[in-house]
Every structure is written in C-alpha cells, then in structure tokens.
C-alpha cells in the first residue's frame, strides 16, 4: 500500500490563480482530513470528511477555500484566488475514523508568489 | 475551547542526555492525547497514544490530568530521534487539535 497520495508535491503559482491540491486516502479508510502547517501556526485542521460528507469545516481560513471528496478515493482542496499567505504545507490525512491513527501524506508544498 | 500547547519551540540536547518534551492541554471533557513524530524527509506518524500505555522507541507519555499535561520522555536521547514532535489532542468526532509543534535536535 503506497499509503495517503498528495499530488502535486510542489507547487509555485502567482497571486490570483487558482490552486487544486489532490488527495487519495488509503483504501478503506472512512475519514478523510486536510490540515495547512506553517511555522507560525504548526499543523491546523482546515475540514475533515467522513463516508465523503464533510463534518467541520469550521477550520477553512474564508471562502476563497473550498474542498470536495466526490467518492471514498478522491479528494481536493481548492484555494481561488490564491494569495501569497496561503503559502505553506498541505497535508492530506486517513483514518478508518474513531479516535484512530490518522496516516498522513507526504504533503504540498505550496508558494504563492 | 480545545487547546495544545507546546511551549518550546526547539529543543537542543547532547546525545545521552533526557529528553522532556512538553505538552499542556486544555479540555474540559475526557482527553485523548497523542504524539506525533515527523522525521527529516518522512511523512508525520503516530508515535504513541496515552491509552496504550507503551514505549515507543524508548519514549513515554503520562498523561496527568491534575497538571491538564502529556509530557514526552526519553531518559537517553540518540541522534536519530531528532526530529519535528507535535502533540495533538482527540476532542471526538475523530478530530485532532495539534500543538505547534517541538524540534528536537540532538548533537552527538
């Protein structure tokens, strides 16, 4: 199992564009997490899914971000249109839900320029 | 409101040495606390969970809930445990409120 996937692992785009970060979480799991980690703030929850229904959102900085997960295997964080703050780390997280292990991937490091 | 709080924002220590790292939590229900780890170049992992009760790697966590506290401990620090540490508390619903984190570095 290749674990949680996060595509792209980089990516630089210039202030106002639009921004896609994908995820594929691990087969079987039911909850599904998007956190942002700068150096300011560490590790923030932005929204977490379960069976695909997002359940808090409450962590989304303000409407210029948007998050869907269309089926159990695919998610995605969009920022539009994007500014130079947003730029930080977005992780994608796992579980098979309860207070259970999360499984994180490897990340998006995001640069707005 | 749920919060963590990690005081330190790097630790430098020499190989040998004990390792505490701090954590303090605020939460007015019955806390589920955690650590996590992210090693240089790696994905940010479970380390230990205080209902396990287990030593991970030589590490321990004892949550005390007098103190609201779920220090990290390690009596004898080795290079390879430096590190990102971050620790998070569970308030249900499978959500995770993190610390901002302690970097641990240990010289040889």
């Known amino acids: 199992d290749a674990g949680v996937i996060q595509s792209p692992r980089h990516e630089v785009t210039e202030m106002g564009q639009e921004v896609t970060l994908r995820c594929k979480p691990i087969?079987?799991?039911?909850?599904l997490f998007w956190y942002r980690q700068t150096m300011m703030r560490g590790l923030e929850l932005l929204i977490y899914f379960n069976n695909n229904v997002p359940i808090d959102d409450s962590g989304m900085p303000e409407d210029r971000f948007s998050a869907k997960m269309p089926n159990a295997s695919f998610s995605t964080l969009k920022i539009q249109p994007s500014e130079p703050r947003d730029s930080a780390v977005y992780f994608c997280?796992?579980?098979?839900?309860?207070?259970?292990?999360?499984?994180f991937g490897p990340g998006t490091r995001l640069t707005v320029t | 409101a749920q919060r963590v709080t990690q005081p330190e924002k790097l630790l430098s220590v020499f190989k040998g040495a004990p390792v505490e790292l701090k954590c303090n939590y605020s939460y007015s229900g019955s806390p589920e606390l955690f650590w996590y780890v992210q090693y240089s170049r790696q994905r940010l992992q479970l380390l230990l969970r205080?209902?396990s009760r287990e030593s991970i790697k030589g590490f321990t966590a004892d949550l005390n809930k007098g103190e609201t506290s779920f220090h990290l401990k390690k009596p004898f620090a080795q290079e390879e445990d430096s590190a990102m540490y971050y620790c998070?508390?569970?308030?249900?619903?499978?959500?995770?409120?993190f610390g901002t984190g302690t970097r641990l570095l240990v010289s040889p």
């Open positions: 087969s079987g799991h039911n909850s």
């Open positions: 998070a508390l569970s308030t249900g619903f499978q959500k995770l409120v």
């Open positions: 997280a796992s579980s098979s839900g309860g207070p259970n292990e999360q499984y």
């Open positions: 205080h209902i």
